[in-house]
Nanobody, 129 residues
């Protein structure tokens, strides 16, 4: 069983920055696809970014140039650095990963796949104008 625990959310003024963390238990962290999602009130969940086992990353267009995903394999931690935040970035942010590496190969990891086995509890990001 894998547990994912997000942290780092909070309230920030537009134009500000936050860094989210997602600590993973289990030994799948290094090789598995991991992804960040967010969900704003009244809206559907949206994939923000995915990072494959080899470190390839794909971002949703709305965050390109502002958000950066990184991993620290030694700390089993996934990060999401968010800069120049806008009100549209407000929402609950979740990290996710899968039990079976083979079920989410690189092309799926960097696509629109969202049927991950494991999800964190989420961390709230609120951006005030």
């Amino acid at each position: 069983q894998v547990q994912l625990v997000e942290s780092g959310g909070g309230s920030v003024q537009a134009g500000g920055s936050l860094r989210l963390s997602c600590v993973a238990s289990g030994d799948i962290f290094q090789r598995n696809c991991m992804a960040w999602f967010r969900q704003a009130p009244g809206k559907e969940r949206e994939r923000v970014a995915g990072i494959s086992g080899d470190g390839s990353i794909r971002y949703v267009d709305s965050v390109k140039g502002r958000f950066t995903v990184s991993k620290d394999n030694a700390k089993y931690t996934l990060y999401l650095q968010m800069n120049n935040l806008t009100k549209e970035d407000t929402g609950m942010y979740y990290c996710a990963t899968n039990k079976d590496t083979r079920a989410v190969p690189k092309w799926r990891c960097l696509g629109d796949f969202d049927n991950f086995d494991y999800w964190g509890q989420g961390t709230q990001v609120t951006v005030d104008s």
